[in-house]
C-alpha cells in the first residue's frame, strides 16, 4: 500500500505538470502562436497520459484507503499524502468535468 501512495502521488504531480502544459498551450492558442510548448512532443504526451490516468489512480487509491479505514486496518503511510490526494482529486473532478 505504502508504493500505490507514492505512485498516486507521482501521477498526482504528473497532473499538476499537465494543467499548467495545458493552460500554457490555452493562452498560446489565444495569441494565435501554434508552436508546442515542449520541444518533445513525446514527453508532453507522456505527461497528458498520466495526467487522465491520475484521476483514476487516485479514486481507487482512496477507495481502498476509505475501506482500511473503516476496517480500522493500520496503515504506514502517511497523512499528509493520504491529504495531498484528497485535495488532488476533488481538483482532478473540478478540472475533468466542469473547467474544460
Known amino acids: 500500500m505504502r508504493l500505490f501512495s507514492k505512485f498516486t502521488a507521482i501521477c498526482n504531480l504528473f497532473f499538476l505538470d499537465y494543467v ?4 500554457i498551450e490555452m493562452q498560446k492558442r489565444i495569441v494565435g502562436n501554434n508552436d508546442l510548448v515542449l520541444p518533445l512532443p513525446w514527453l508532453e504526451g507522456i505527461f497528458v ?8 489512480v487516485n479514486l481507487l487509491f482512496l ?3 476509505f475501506i482500511y479505514f473503516s476496517l480500522k486496518v493500520e496503515t504506514k503511510i502517511p ?4 491529504i495531498f490526494n484528497i485535495i488532488i482529486f ?3 473532478v473540478y478540472f475533468h468535468y466542469f473547467f474544460k
Open 90 to 92: 476533488c481538483c482532478q
Open 49 to 56: 497520459i498520466l495526467g487522465y490516468v491520475a484521476i483514476l
Open 63 to 65: 477507495l481502498i484507503s
Open 20 to 23: 499548467v502544459l495545458w493552460y
Open 79 to 82: 497523512r499528509w499524502i493520504i
